[in-house]
Nanobody, 122 residues
Framework: QVQVVESGGGLVQPGGSLRLSCAAS????????MRWYRQAPGKEREMVAT???????DYVESVKGRFTISRDNAKNTMFLQMNSLKPEDTAVYYC????????????????WGQGTLVTVSS
């Protein structure tokens, strides 16, 4: 099974920036679409941004113009650059990835990371 691990969370002041990373590791796999989700205290998990294997992106309205999703396919890693952070961005951020065998042509399961906490506060 492929594992995905998030990193880069922390405490930042309003207006500041953070860059999250999501690294996938394993053997003989391919990554298709990757996504960032977040879950704030007392709220449901929401999808923040999506990036396909060819680099097409989409964002939830609340982060458009502030967050940028990207990926390095050679390193099996995805990033989320978060600028102009607001207190309402405080949440645990999770990544997931559609994973398939390198010998197949379609994904076969969804791998989730354990999350990284982002706290935006003065």
């Amino acid at each position: 099974q492929v594992q995905v691990v998030e990193s880069g969370g922390g405490l930042v002041q309003p207006g500041g920036s953070l860059r999250l990373s999501c690294a996938a590791s394993g053997n003989n796999f391919k990554i298709y679409t990757m996504r960032w989700y977040r879950q704030a205290p007392g709220k449901e998990r929401e999808m923040v941004a999506t990036i396909t294997s060819v680099g097409s992106t989409d964002y939830v309205e609340s982060v458009k113009g502030r967050f940028t999703i990207s990926r390095d396919n050679a390193k099996n890693t995805m990033f989320l650059q978060m600028n102009s952070l607001k207190p309402e961005d405080t949440a645990v951020y999770y990544c997931n990835a559609n994973i398939g065998s390198r010998y197949s042509f379609s994904p076969s399961y969804l791998a989730w990371g354990q999350g990284t906490l982002v706290t935006v506060s003065s």
